[in-house]
């Protein structure tokens, strides 16, 4: 599809005049159509003038680039006011909330009062976010035809004149194009908290402690990429139902504006042969692996904590965890050092026999037996920032988004050029120069950046329905592309240590496709698999005897709508004019009911492999599926009158003897040729002509 074309789909009609005039710019290049050939083109160019050059070049950075730039910082101000203005209502519903608790007024008239309230701030908040997410939608395709229009002209009159190094300077002054929309996105956030623990009943919770937690609950654990242009929709698709999250190892809470997402980085561990690396691509159970994660800096005096994951083959997964100062990771990962003064310390506030202590003792021991049997060594670096939503003390869902992942080389495997100081356990050339993405410093070879946002979704067991519903619409949208069993270690082994290794993740490929879905061939899809899952749903349960599941209705406009019936022609709309015109009577279902039995059990006395259950009906319509426009005949052939009998029918015999007749004499002639053509001593060759003829006769009689 052409550019022109691209922008004119993505124009959102509030702002059509304040999109880049893109026609405009080619019928001032002289590109819109009306010099065709490398004649005229090359005329064409001969005669543009300084003139022109000073015109395109005008309107270009002038006129357009400034008012597409005018117009975004406009509209992000009025965003941020209204947000501002939004805060203010939210301050006013609270204070109101305290005087009339202090005041002992009725609850019946405040509770009134603030139902009229809240639904016209959440609309508020709602028209607000959409506009984020054109404006985000404004800014790339604004920012693309600007690129485009400028090599267009260098291509047409780069032997004269160039634009875009004009323009990559100009662009980089303004910005429209990298604008940071998270303080607003947070400041929404709380605002979408406020209303839900108003209007739905949500409130804090006092958080669980992660021992305690990790033994009573259990998550599914769902992991999508997100690309890089949808990443704003989901981030505000999200936001209305979950508030962004600010974590530390402390404390958690709601994010606030002006606040960064923070930047994670995990050290994995590997042998010199990859075996961890080996025994989770192979999916072996009991597969572990281990690393060092911390939050910030490392100079900045992180925190830091040892865990190692144990997948099991049925799918859980068994986390221990621990923190460690820095001074002491070297001797920890030696052997030398085993965690002593923090176990002293549990001794004495809790005792020796306390769980904790025992259980911190035995992890230590655990993870040192482990880097030991497998000769572990840090082997690579993930570094990523970490947006999470969730609700503070309510973990029934809770959702991560990681942007600017990238994989860095910690190894020390090529003694000559070792990436990794092998004295030290980390590199030191990133950590003390606080290097940031996209890590403009690390060699070629050792960095791999990847191309989209990471999306985890954890949903514990026991959620509500209507959590799982916005969960699964999210899900089974266009914004995000199903990676099941992805994991952050294989891909950056797979993709930095491929000389290494023999066997890769089935996710790889995946990168060299474009990821985006049409939203509308992504709606149908989900239409068609809901459909189809509910039919399955319907026909197991009449088979094992049980009560069919919610029946499925069909989404305006989805091909599940549209579908014909193969078994009466009629599509699913004609078959709901057809029902509200019958009656609809328990007798008539009732005896519907009885001779539908009636008709199964007898047939099934003469006919035991016949099933006149809804699954095998629905197995038999399934194993003849009908051509569209072809219909199942509603009666026998021998019911429908006198049957009657084509004339060729009657000549069948006829037309199969003279076939015959013509083989036997094709076959005939080669004989005589044969006995002719032989000599009077072969006679081999006579014997057969005379073979020939005698099969010749019979086959002609």
């Not at 691209?6 to 059509?16: A, N």
Request: with cysteine; hydrophobic share 30%; aromatic share 10%.
């Amino acid at each position: 599809m052409r550019f022109g074309e691209t922008l004119r789909s993505s124009i959102y009609e509030p702002w059509r005049s304040q999109y880049i005039d893109y026609s405009k710019l080619k019928q001032l290049l002289r590109d819109d159509g009306s010099t065709k050939g490398s004649d005229s083109a090359h005329e064409d160019n001969q005669d543009w003038t300084e003139e022109d050059e000073s015109a395109f070049v005008d309107e270009l950075v002038n006129v357009q680039l400034e008012k597409v730039n005018a117009f975004h910082d406009e509209t992000y101000k009025s965003l941020r006011d209204r947000t501002s203005r939004c805060e203010s209502e939210a301050q006013k519903i609270a204070a109101s909330e305290r005087n009339e608790v202090n005041n002992d007024t009725q609850s019946g008239a405040a509770d009134d009062g603030e139902q009229i309230t809240l639904p016209k701030l959440l609309e508020k908040l709602d028209g607000i976010t959409k506009e984020i997410n054109e404006l985000e939608k404004y800014s790339r395709i604004n920012f693309t035809g600007f690129l485009k229009a400028a090599k267009k002209h260098d291509r047409r009159r780069g032997s004269q004149y160039r634009v875009r190094p004009l323009l990559q300077v100009r662009l980089a002054a303004l910005p429209f194009n990298s604008e940071d929309y998270s303080p607003l996105l947070y400041q929404l956030s709380g605002l979408y908290s406020f209303v839900r623990q108003r209007m739905h009943g949500e409130q804090e919770k006092p958080p669980v402690e992660p021992e305690s937690k990790e033994k009573m609950m259990k998550y599914k654990s769902l992991k999508f990429w997100v690309h890089p242009e949808n990443l704003l929709e989901v981030k505000t698709y999200i936001l209305r139902r979950l508030p962004v999250l600010v974590y530390n190892p402390q404390t958690s809470k709601v994010a606030e504006g002006g606040q960064q997402d923070p930047r994670i980085t995990s050290l994995y561990f590997d042998s010199p042969d990859f075996s961890l690396y080996s025994a989770k691509v192979g999916k072996t159970s009991g597969a572990s692996s281990l690393r060092l994660r911390w939050y910030g800096h490392l100079n900045d005096n992180a925190e830091i904590f040892v865990e190692k994951k144990t997948t099991e083959e049925n799918g859980d997964s068994d986390v221990v965890r621990f923190p460690i100062k820095t001074k002491y990771i070297r001797p920890f990962i030696s052997g030398e050092y085993k965690m002593g003064k923090s176990l002293n310390k549990l001794q004495e506030r809790q005792g020796k026999e306390s769980d904790a202590f025992m259980r911190l003792q035995n992890s230590v021991d655990d993870i040192q037996t482990f880097i030991k049997n497998n000769s572990l060594q840090p082997m690579l670096r993930a570094n990523y920032s970490r947006t999470a939503f969730q609700i503070p003390g309510d973990d029934r869902v809770r959702i991560s988004l990681d942007t600017d992942v990238a994989f860095i080389r910690e190894d020390s495997l090529d003694q000559d050029r070792p990436c990794r100081d092998p004295s030290e356990w980390h590199r030191t050339d990133i950590d003390a120069s606080e290097m940031e993405f996209p890590f403009p410093g690390i060699r070629r070879g050792e960095i791999a950046r990847f191309p989209y946002a990471l999306l985890e979704i954890k949903i514990r067991d026991g959620a509500k329905k209507k959590t799982n519903e916005w969960v699964g619409d999210l899900m089974s949208s266009h914004l995000v592309k199903d990676a099941a069993r992805f994991s952050k270690f294989v891909h950056g082994v797979a993709q930095l240590f491929e000389d290494y290794v023999n066997s890769f993740p089935f996710w790889l490929s995946d990168l060299e496709t474009d990821i985006r879905k049409d939203p509308e061939t992504a709606f149908q899809e989900e239409q068609e698999k809901r459909a189809k899952h509910a039919e399955e749903e319907q026909a197991v349960g009449s088979y094992m005897g049980s009560s069919a599941g919610r029946a499925f209705t069909a989404a305006v406009g989805s091909p599940v709508a549209r579908h014909i019936d193969p078994k009466d022609g009629t599509t699913a709309g004609d078959k709901g004019d057809q029902l509200s015109k019958e009656p609809d009577t328990d007798e008539d279902r009732e005896s519907t009911t009885l001779k539908t039995a009636w008709n199964s059990q007898g047939l099934q006395s003469f006919l035991p492999s016949f099933s006149g259950s809804k699954y095998g009906r629905s197995r038999q319509r399934d194993a003849a599926r009908l051509p569209p426009g072809v219909r199942e005949p509603g009666r026998l052939i021998k019911d429908t009158g006198p049957v009657r009998v084509e004339p060729k029918v009657w000549l069948a015999n006829q037309r199969t003897f003279v076939k015959w007749q013509h083989i036997s004499v094709l076959l005939a002639t080669l004989s005589l040729s044969l006995y002719n053509a032989a000599g009077e001593s072969n006679g081999v060759a006579r014997g057969l002509a005379v073979a020939y003829t005698l099969i010749a006769a019979a086959a002609g009689v």
